[in-house]
């Protein structure tokens, strides 16, 4: 069973709306938890990094928040625009093997006008 | 600055047929990693290489993928006699140490075809 779930599998919302997508894992403690940006054809992009101790993580209009003691986090978008049709991948990292990402399957985020 | 290459971009191979993908490293990071990704589903680590240290091997999914770092820097992920399942996208990526602390600057990725 993969340690991190995402949820939805995609979804689709119309520009200017806000969204919040669902990252649930499975180990803790762990070193960071990131969100990732992956464009059609492109590598994955980092968009918020947080420690376990952390709570809340801004970058623009994308803000991750952690629960550690449900295992969960979310990242939302506000004011969506066109541009932030992608795929969000939630990574957890743990301390036993610091190098080792764990990958969530993503979040397809399909922004129409 | 340069951020990770990766070439081909796209690779159309035979089953049985054995390719090689490349990756370019940003300058001066130590650490470099493979990873698969296929639809649907998480990026599956494949290996990692970190300055000389020996490689930790431990993704790769059998002995046909091998992969090897040249002189701390370009990197080749091998596959041998490819087979429909291995037919993904390769990504590769690279950061400035090991640790999860420190930033991993992903490639646009190979993506692999096997008819």
């Known amino acids: 069973k993969n340690q991190v779930e995402q949820s939805p599998q995609s979804l689709i919302i119309l520009e200017g709306k806000n969204c919040t997508l669902q990252c649930n894992y499975t180990v803790s403690p762990f070193s960071n938890l990131r969100w990732y940006k992956q464009d059609t054809g492109r590598g994955p992009v980092s968009l918020t990094i947080m420690t376990f101790s952390e709570n809340t993580k801004s970058n623009g209009r994308y803000t991750a928040t952690l629960d550690a003691d449900t295992k969960q986090s979310s990242l939302h978008i506000t004011a969506s625009q066109l541009s932030d049709s992608a795929s969000y991948i939630c990574v957890v990292s743990f301390p036993s093997n610091d190098y080792k990402l764990s990958f969530g399957a993503g979040t397809t985020v399909t922004v129409r006008a | 600055g340069a951020g990770v290459s990766q070439s081909p971009s796209n690779k159309v191979t035979e089953k049985g047929k054995d390719v090689e993908l490349r990756c370019d490293p940003i300058s001066g990071h130590t650490a470099l990693y493979w990873y698969r990704q296929s639809l649907g589903q998480g990026l599956e680590f494949l290996i990692y290489f970190q300055g000389n240290s020996a490689p930790d091997k431990s993704g790769l999914p059998s002995d046909r993928f091998s992969a090897e770092r040249t002189g701390g820097s370009v990197s080749t992920l091998t596959i041998q006699r490819t087979q429909q399942e291995d037919s993904a996208v390769y990504l590769c990526?690279?950061?400035?140490?090991?640790?999860?602390?420190?930033?991993?600057?992903f490639g646009p990725g190979t993506r692999l075809t096997v008819t």
């Open positions: 990526a690279s950061s400035f140490d090991r640790t999860s602390s420190y930033e991993q600057y």
